[in-house]
């Protein structure tokens, strides 16, 4: 078997996925990947990832393990992952400086080191490649060199032309509460207050075009997709964006927004697999028309303006509470400090900023001032976010940072704000198996269980790649992502891409991460016979779409490319999975008064589907759902204060609801949005 997630080769990353401090390819929240030289004592190897530690942490109880491992384990667990005994991660300590000065001084080569042919110690390959490394100096110049003008600059340019889009009344809509809803759309935005006067009078929303320029044609967008109108979402919707990706970039798309066309080609009624082949296919320019929500209009007499602005918009006031201001710095090189501190508020949700260091960068520009709170930097949405989250954001970028922040234009106006804002404090996501919301997968959707035994050498190997784990950021079960040519189940040819591991010689592989998952199937391939069940999805066939070159296009999407280091299976794949392969979230809203929780929801019993999964379909701007931020498009509502919603129709959960005046619980399955 070969591990998935070993290192991948340098030259086959585009400098826009290239981790720059260890020039792998990675997941912003994984561990930086290094290739050691010499083999690593087994006492400086962290026992959660089985890699030489990173950040080393020292428990109580005597064992040391990655900050970032630790910290994963802590948010499941209570106790320490070798012994058992009680842990909380506050009692841990940073390893002594010994242990971390010999982690630092471990032999490491370059990712490029077929170009460059350097080794060096571990804590010198961050300077190596910003400073010595020439095909990290290449790469970052090629990418200079193609970048198109920055998110702002484009959207000064295109100004004019998006004030017409705008204004055309067919690329506008106000969606009226009060009118019929949409077959199997509940929608809790729309709640009313106990004298039954709407708190808002309609949803505003509006279709916008926007142009995502790639570095490369066949480079990765960046976003997450889900819907179809194979699903109960219907239409095309973007559940995430990913940092540092073109769509980051541009930061005029968010999540939420339906994709309606890509490059003149409809995407408001296709099954999901042809609009992800549409998505991906190559172009420098790819021009998008998407309906995004802009927030509730608020009742005439309140004369204020939404909140929900997305911050890639021109300046604006927001609740007559502040104006919104666009500010750019551009650093003489990527290691200059742009001399600002930035603080958190206990009464306030956010980032603010508490000084601006005389001499540096940003005082030098007279653009930021104290007290201004970021809205965002360089697209990534900070509304909710930490002065952390927004260091790191600031120290991974280039030469230009850019700022959107809300200036406060009077204090003693600010009081609603801050009520409004200080909705709660996240509560660490944690998720935990069920086996008590049993229901059935989505029309059109179910899964298949198979089961393949076969006799080999011991030392031949299974030639399988696999990856998710329940350490994995949405906690999949472990799937196969490649069948080499050289292993023994390709010449089987039952086991494909995309099914998922259930057992190995009976040893159950559903609840184990992602390393442990590796050493059992290590163990157990090692005998000469081996007993391997999967379970894999099945959809129902493509009618409408049935055309050759369709068929092609599906062919590329199940089947991943040799070189293609991230494949995992489209979201619609994961949607046949049974009740006791999924892991539940709950996620606690907070409210202080009779606003809508913010969420639009389809799917519950109809007499033309039957009984459907409650999905949510659109988290509508400025409402508890949106500054929460956990929940996202294509998640499944399996349960409201732990009672399950199998069974009910619009016309049960919708009270429900409406009962919940402060506090809901809602526990929810998430799966990943198929990424182009």
């Given at each position: 078997?070969t591990?998935?997630?070993?290192?991948?080769p340098?030259?086959?990353l585009?400098?826009?996925r290239?981790c720059?401090?260890?020039?792998?390819?990675?997941e912003?929240q994984?561990?930086?990947l290094?290739?050691?030289?010499?083999e690593v004592?087994?006492?400086?190897v962290?026992?959660?990832c089985?890699?030489?530690?990173l950040q080393?942490m020292?428990?109580p109880?005597g064992?040391?393990y990655?900050?970032?491992?630790?910290?994963s384990?802590?948010?499941d667990q209570?106790f320490c992952?070798?012994?058992?005994?009680?842990?909380?991660l506050?009692q841990?300590?940073?390893?002594?400086?010994l242990?971390?000065?010999?982690?630092d001084?471990?032999?490491v080569l370059c990712?490029f080191?077929?170009?460059?042919?350097?080794?060096?110690?571990?804590c010198?390959?961050q300077?190596?490649?910003?400073n010595?490394?020439p095909?990290?100096?290449?790469l970052?110049e090629?990418a200079e060199?193609?970048?198109?003008?920055?998110?702002?600059?484009?959207?000064?340019s295109?100004t004019?032309g998006?004030?017409?889009?705008?204004?055309n009344?067919?690329?506008t809509r106000?969606?009226?509460p009060?009118?019929?809803?949409?077959?199997g759309?509940v929608?809790?935005?729309?709640?009313?207050g106990?004298d039954?006067?709407?708190?808002?009078s309609?949803l505003?929303?509006?279709a916008n075009?926007v142009?995502?320029f790639?570095?490369?044609?066949?480079e990765?967008?960046g976003?997450?997709?889900?819907?179809g109108k194979d699903t109960p979402?219907?239409?095309?919707v973007?559940?995430?964006?990913?940092r540092?990706?073109v769509?980051?970039?541009?930061a005029?798309?968010?999540?939420?927004d339906?994709i309606?066309e890509?490059?003149?080609?409809?995407?408001?009624s296709?099954l999901?697999?042809?609009?992800?082949?549409?998505?991906?296919?190559?172009?420098?320019?790819?021009?998008l028309?998407?309906m995004?929500?802009?927030?509730f209009k608020?009742?005439?007499?309140?004369?204020?303006h939404?909140?929900?602005?997305?911050?890639g918009h021109p300046?604006?006031?927001l609740?007559?509470?502040g104006?919104v201001?666009q500010?750019t710095?551009?650093k003489?090189?990527r290691?200059?400090?742009?001399?600002?501190?930035?603080?958190?508020?206990?009464?306030e949700?956010?980032?603010?900023?508490?000084?601006l260091l005389a001499?540096?960068l940003a005082?030098?520009?007279g653009k930021?001032?104290?007290?201004?709170k970021?809205?965002a930097?360089?697209g990534?949405d900070?509304?909710?976010g930490?002065?952390?989250?927004?260091?790191?954001?600031?120290?991974a970028?280039?030469v230009?940072?850019n700022?959107?922040v809300?200036?406060q234009?009077?204090?003693?106006e600010?009081g609603?704000m801050q009520?409004?804002g200080?909705?709660?404090?996240?509560?660490?996501?944690?998720?935990?198996r069920?086996s008590?919301?049993m229901?059935?997968?989505p029309?059109?959707?179910s899964?298949?269980?198979k089961?393949?035994s076969?006799?080999?050498?011991p030392?031949?190997?299974?030639?399988?790649t696999i990856a998710?784990?329940?350490?994995c950021r949405?906690?999949?079960p472990v799937?196969?992502t490649?069948?080499?040519?050289?292993?023994?189940?390709?010449?089987?040819?039952?086991?494909?891409?995309?099914?998922?591991?259930l057992?190995?010689n009976?040893?159950d592989?559903?609840h184990?991460?992602?390393?442990e998952?590796v050493?059992?199937?290590?163990?157990?391939?090692?005998q000469?016979?081996v007993?391997l069940?999967v379970?894999?999805t099945i959809?129902?066939?493509?009618e409408e779409?049935?055309?050759?070159?369709?068929?092609?296009e599906?062919?590329?999407?199940?089947?991943?490319?040799?070189?293609d280091?991230?494949?995992?299976?489209?979201?619609?794949?994961?949607l046949?999975m049974p009740?006791?392969?999924?892991?539940?979230?709950?996620?606690?809203?907070?409210?202080t008064n009779n606003?809508s929780w913010g969420f639009?929801?389809?799917?519950?019993?109809?007499?033309?589907?039957?009984?459907?999964?409650?999905?949510?379909?659109?988290?509508?701007?400025?409402t508890?759902?949106?500054?929460?931020g956990r929940?996202?498009?294509?998640?499944?509502i399996v349960?409201?204060?732990g009672?399950t919603?199998?069974g009910?129709?619009?016309?049960?959960?919708?009270?429900?609801?409406?009962l919940q005046?402060?506090?809901?619980?809602l526990t929810?399955?998430?799966?990943p949005?198929?990424?182009?």
């Open positions: 078997m591990e998935q997630k070993g290192l991948a340098a030259a086959g585009t400098w826009a290239m720059k401090e260890c020039g792998q390819g990675h912003g994984d561990s930086h290094y290739d050691y030289q010499e004592d087994d006492e400086l962290c026992h959660i089985l890699q030489p530690l080393p020292d428990t109880c064992h040391t990655c900050l970032q491992c630790l910290s384990f802590l948010r209570d992952p070798v012994d058992r005994q009680r842990l909380q506050q841990c300590r940073p390893s002594s400086l242990v971390r000065n010999l982690l001084k471990l032999t990712p080191y077929s170009e460059c042919q350097q080794s060096m110690q571990r010198e390959l300077p190596h490649l910003h010595r490394c095909a990290f100096r290449r970052r090629e060199r193609r970048k198109r003008p920055c998110w702002n600059e484009l959207k000064g295109k004019e998006e004030s017409d889009t705008k204004s009344p067919a690329l106000t969606v009226n009060c009118g019929p809803p949409e077959p759309l929608n809790p935005a729309f709640e009313e106990e039954e006067v709407p708190l808002r309609s505003v929303a509006e075009v142009e995502l790639r570095d490369e044609p066949e990765d967008l976003l997450r997709i889900v819907g979402l219907g239409n095309i973007i559940q995430e964006i990913l540092d990706s769509a980051a970039r541009d005029k798309l968010a999540p939420g339906h309606l890509a490059n003149d080609v409809s995407l408001t296709v999901h697999g042809h609009a992800i082949a549409v998505l991906r296919r190559p172009c420098s320019v790819l021009r028309t998407v995004q929500e802009k927030g608020p009742r005439p007499e309140h004369h204020t939404s909140s929900a602005s997305p911050p300046a604006h006031t609740h007559n509470l104006t201001i500010v710095l551009v003489r090189d290691s200059e400090p742009l001399g600002i501190k930035l603080i958190r508020k206990s009464e949700p956010g980032v603010f900023i508490l000084d001499g540096g005082s030098k520009d930021l001032r104290n007290n201004d970021v809205l930097i360089n990534h900070l509304r909710h930490t002065p952390e989250s927004a260091a790191q954001i600031i120290q970028s280039e230009r940072v700022f959107v809300m200036r234009l009077d204090t003693e600010g609603d009520s409004r200080a909705r709660r404090v996240p509560d660490t996501q944690y998720f935990r069920h008590t919301f229901k059935d997968p029309g059109g959707f899964s298949q269980e089961t393949v076969l006799k080999k050498e030392r031949q190997s299974l030639g399988i998710g784990g329940r350490d949405s906690r999949l799937y196969i490649s069948v080499q040519p050289v292993g023994c189940l390709h010449r089987d040819g039952t086991i494909k891409p995309g099914d998922v591991l057992s190995i009976g040893v592989l559903t184990l991460t992602y390393n998952a050493s059992s199937l290590k163990t157990q391939a090692a000469s016979a007993t069940r379970i894999r959809t129902e066939e493509e779409d049935g055309d050759a070159a369709n068929k092609e599906m062919d590329t999407l199940e089947n991943p490319r040799e070189d280091i991230n494949w995992s299976p489209l979201w619609t794949r994961w046949g009740s006791h392969m999924h892991w539940c979230r709950d996620i606690v809203l907070l409210k606003e639009s929801i389809v799917g519950g019993y109809e007499e033309s589907h039957g009984q459907q999964p409650f999905f949510i379909k659109t988290i509508v701007p400025g508890p759902a949106h500054f929460d929940l996202k498009c294509g998640d499944e349960a409201v204060n009672a919603t199998v009910m129709n619009n016309s049960s959960l919708i009270p429900m609801l409406k005046k402060n506090k809901v619980t929810v399955v998430s799966w949005g198929s990424l182009v």
